[in-house]
């Protein structure tokens, strides 16, 4: 299994992103899928998921402003972010499981700054 995270980048506060997170070895759909974030002398930290059955969850400093979804055919996991702050960034990475193993993306970088 690999996951490949990908759509960072520098952004002006307010602005938007998208990440994505390609997998290859297994299905998407068949696992829940997190997204995570780790600053600089920061712990990593969840941000957000998405079930196998669709469902979301976030964190609560990201709700209203992060959106997770998930393209099944593409086997793509997507984090939507909008109204972006400073405290935003980060290296953020995706995660997921299969058959008892936790797999995580390389991290994609997001620079809020002006």
């Known amino acids: 299994v690999q996951l490949q995270a990908s759509g960072g980048g520098l952004v002006q506060p307010g602005g938007s992103l998208r990440l994505s997170c390609a997998a290859s070895?297994?299905?998407?759909?068949?696992?829940?899928v997190g997204w995570y974030r780790q600053a600089p002398g920061d712990r990593r930290e969840w941000v957000g998921g998405i079930t196998s059955g669709g469902f979301t969850n976030y964190q609560d400093s990201v709700k209203g402003r992060f959106t997770i979804s998930r393209d099944n055919a593409k086997n793509t996991a997507y984090l939507q972010m909008n109204s972006l702050k400073p405290e935003d960034t980060a290296v953020y990475y995706c995660?997921?499981?299969?058959?008892?193993?936790?797999?995580w993306g390389q991290g994609t970088l997001v620079t809020v700054s002006s």
């Open positions: 070895g297994m299905r998407l759909s068949s696992s829940y």
């Open positions: 995660n997921t499981f299969n058959l008892g193993s936790a797999y």
